[in-house]
């Protein structure tokens, strides 16, 4: 914990007084390869804009000046930073300089806890959009925790036949409580009868076995966060002629509208909530798998009203 000047506020850019970070996994002080200058973590963002009130911050910032920023390709910029992620400072703090675009003032009757899920959730949405597949094709998401539950069951919205892959006791009983189609990872048949795959799993063998399961020339989205697939995966995927395709876009406009009125009681995916001084201690003890679903209060955050509906599971 330290003291530091306030961001200056940069042209197009608003300081915004943060209240709440969701952490996951790859927020862990061990995995912070490529965070900003002070390797300050948090991308899943819900903050006060002094003019528009609570807002989801979308953590993707691109360039602004490139071709592809130019073209409508804005999304995809190779040059962009993220917000607690890469080359950008993320939320732990009390005030983050944002751009205005990156946004989203929350629906009034969202939970402002809950709106901290708008990026993972986001995530499955701008999937379901790339991928256009017919509403009942089949496709499964391989991955434990947070990112994985919330971009399938986002998923599931639009395609009701996803399934989640998953060994992980946490992950796969949320599953089971949501009637989200689930199995084992070593259970799922590979049976070459999957339209798309979406990875949130850094364990080597996750493209292996979802080449297994891929139908020829169907198409596996790259989710993993500075792990890369291995050569078994690739040549698996080559010889059915697979598709690989990154995917790190997320909507954040269309979560909120999601988690406004959520099919699926997104509550369970916050897992427990702590101060601001209790994150310096989470981010560098534990296993990273420990902080995945952890809620950081910060400011208003942390004074949640007397009576206000709470969505955390251990709100104390
Ligand atoms: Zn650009």
Do not use: Y
């Not at 297994?212 to 169907?218: C, E, S, V, Y």
């Not at 001084?277 to 400011?299: K, N």
């Amino acid at each position: 914990m330290a003291e530091r000047p306030d961001p200056p506020a940069v042209f197009g850019e608003i300081v915004v007084e943060m209240s709440r970070v969701l952490l996951r996994a790859s927020d862990h002080a061990s995995e912070s390869r490529r965070r900003g200058a002070l390797g300050i973590p948090g991308s899943c963002l819900v903050g006060r804009d002094p003019n528009r009130g609570l807002v989801a911050i979308d953590p993707v910032l691109p360039c602004g000046r490139c071709t592809h920023c130019a073209s409508g390709l804005a999304a995809a910029c190779p040059q962009r930073t993220v917000i607690g992620g890469r080359g950008r400072d993320g939320g732990l703090a009390e005030r983050v300089a944002v751009p205005e675009a990156n946004l989203h003032p929350l629906p009034a009757e969202l939970d402002p806890d809950l709106a901290t899920l708008a990026v993972p959730v986001g995530i499955g949405l701008a999937l379901a959009r790339r991928l256009r597949l017919a509403e009942a094709a089949h496709l499964s998401v391989i991955g434990d925790g947070i990112a994985a539950l919330a971009a399938a069951a986002a998923l599931s919205t639009r395609h009701p036949a996803t399934r989640l892959l998953s060994d992980d006791p946490f992950t796969a009983g949320l599953a089971a409580k949501w009637s989200l189609k689930h199995r084992g990872l070593a259970e799922a048949g590979r049976r070459h009868d999957q339209e798309a795959l979406a990875i949130f799993s850094s364990s080597s063998e996750a493209l292996a076995i979802a080449a297994g399961m891929l139908r020829p020339r169907g198409r596996v989205a790259w989710c993993v966060d500075g792990v890369a697939p291995n050569a078994e995966g690739l040549d698996r995927l080559r010889w059915i002629e697979g598709e690989l395709l990154g995917h790190a876009t997320t909507s954040i406009a269309e979560a909120l509208s999601l988690l406004t009125r959520p099919p699926f009681d997104p509550a369970p995916l916050l897992r427990r909530r702590i101060e601001l001084a209790e994150a310096v201690i989470a981010l560098s003890t534990g296993r990273p798998v420990d902080l995945d679903g952890t809620l950081v209060a910060i400011g208003e955050g942390s004074r949640r009203e007397r009576g206000a509906p709470s969505a955390g599971i251990a709100a104390r």
